[in-house]
């Protein structure tokens, strides 16, 4: 195939840049430990209130400014809502719906999941800054999607 | 020197018989409905612009979801599947010499179970039965009317895939060693697109949810359902993109009076883009859980692949320009743009849809990149960016596309009037674009959900600053809907009132000296299992771990 040289020059550059793109992204994931949330372990969303650790959604300390949520989702709530952790503190959420799809999205940072019926699903954040931070579902899930809505609030 | 005469001959042909009545009828009914489905579906478009941003309270008979889910439905399933079958359709009769009778009737045939599995999945949703979004995501379950007309959809898709089979199989048959005329050779592209991309949807909706959502079987497996909805969703609207392409490596190059550039490079851009599509829809998975990291991964590369055919189509598009225009006398680095027809609307409404691309195309790839799509995933931003792809990208071209289409199939001409109204319509849609996808983008950074209406959470500080964007949104999406009118205006007008006339169907030739173009590039058959083997590479493992490591299934819910 005849090519001009700059078209091969162009075809490399872009080549290149979409290798780039792969390596940082990959070095992000697997150096840094920033790997999208993708935990495996599944439950009977029909049993989800019977299941442990869904038994007690709630906050628990587990450590030096560490804490675990464990939280349900259900059309059209979080449940536990309004929770309240220490500036500096790092949160391990373990989620999992008990009915539809929902989306677990944490405004002002990067936290964000899908959460689906049959899956548990983990992810974890450090809230440094004091503020009220805004969580809702971002993921349609009937009439009251627009009102499926808490807090954080980092003091 | 034989062909070159055959050749001159086919166009006088052509020139003097132009589309035969029976094709112009098909592709002229195609079009039609496309357009009628852009006028609803941008009313409802705007209505809930209006109400996203606090200004328009609905009333109390209707939903913003259901008004989504029919916007959705209408521009992203009807819209686009009329319109590229009517399109690809005329350029078979033109650059095949006609369509055989027997795939006619097959076009004809899907276009009847097109229509009649539209009206069953509408009804539903104006009942409020079907509240489920274009992606209709188990467990949310609509009405089963609903999905049997998706069905039927899907089938009405596949008639006119195979129609299309067969038209060019004939061809070839008549023309052994030869190339397929290059716009019909988009279209088996887009047709194998059509078919294989449908097919996953095809099992989720007729296996697994219509039997669930009659309830005789009691559970549904989510994980599998999405994912083979994806499968189909994203390769969707690649088809969309693969038809706009074909229009500027095709189409813009004769408008501006150019040729096309290497016939090799065009077939492999079209292999690529065929090979490659149907396993992009997993970026859409990537903050699901039950997907390892590894697995993630392996799909970012094969998102990000798609990412290359489109830079070789940015290089050969500008390089067709840059060519023309020196040609033409244009001088300098960049002065030679001065020599292209801006005042024609063939040119300046696809040409406007490339540059659009490229903001549109860097945003594709910034989203199937793992740590950058979980900052953006399923916030407005993504709704900007789909409205930035298709709605300007695909939707632009087809809107160029149309002022010589709908002339040649109705024998009419393009007069200057309706020229200077698609000049303005194509500058009208592109500041409402900017104006919507822009603010879309930016508020969806700030981490505005996308599908959601008018809300502030309570008056939350938050959510009360994303306001300012919202109005800006409905401004674009304001004049947007104007751009609607002026386009079915000037299309209807093209179509019934225009005065008669011959229009050319523009088909630019290849270079003088081109090289010729290797004839690996006809094996569809070989193209079609190295697709078929990349799509089990990317699939065979997600689906296998969802179906052995499945949870017990989710029973339907309507939450609406």
Redesign the interface.
Known sequence: MKMHLDEKIWLTLSFGMIMIFMFITGYQAFAYDMEPPSNKDIIDPQKVDQTAPFDKPGITKIGENEYEVVMTLQVFSFNPGNIEVPAGSTVHFTLTSKDVVHGFEVAETNLNAMVMPGHVQKITQKFDKPGTYLVLCNEYCGAGHQMMSTTITVK | MQTAKSKDLKDKANRAMGISKEDALLTKSYIFVAFMAILLGGILGLVQGLNRAGLLELPSWV???QV?TAHGLLLVVVLTAFFTIGYFYAGMSHTLGGLLPKVRTMAWIGFGLKIIGFVLAVIPIIMGDA?V?YTF?P??AAAPMFYIGLALIVVGVWMCAFGAFIQVANWRKNHKGQHVPILSYFATGVFVLLFFGSVPVAVEVIVMIIPWSFGWVETI???VA?TLFWAFGHTLVNIWYLTAVSAWYVIVPKIIGGRRW?D??TRVVIIALVVMNITGGFHH?????????SV??MH??MS??I??PS??TA?AMF?VFEKTARKQGGKGLIGWYKKMPWGDVRFLAPMIAMIAFIPAGAGG?AQS???L???V???MWIVGHFHLTLGMSVVMTFFGISYWLVPYISKRVLTPQINRLGVIQTWIWTIGMIFMSGSMHAVGL??????????T??D????LSWNPYLLCLAVGGTLLIIGVLLQVYAVINMMFFAPKGETEFPIAEEEENA?KT?YWTERWGMWIVIMLLVVAMAYVIPLSEFIV???????P?K??
């Open positions: 939903n913003y979801y989504l509240s979004m995501y467990p949310m497996n989510v994980m999405r290497s090799t490079l998975q990537i903050v699901d859980p039950g997907i390892s990291p993630k991964f970012v590369f990000l692949a990412g290359f830079l070789m290089w390089a790839i990149t793992n740590q799509d979980q900052v995933h399923n916030t700030l981490g505005s959900p996308r599908r959601t209406s008018f809300t959470y309570g939350n500080a938050t959510a090289t290797p490591n499945a949870p017990p299934g989710s029973p819910f939450t609406w």
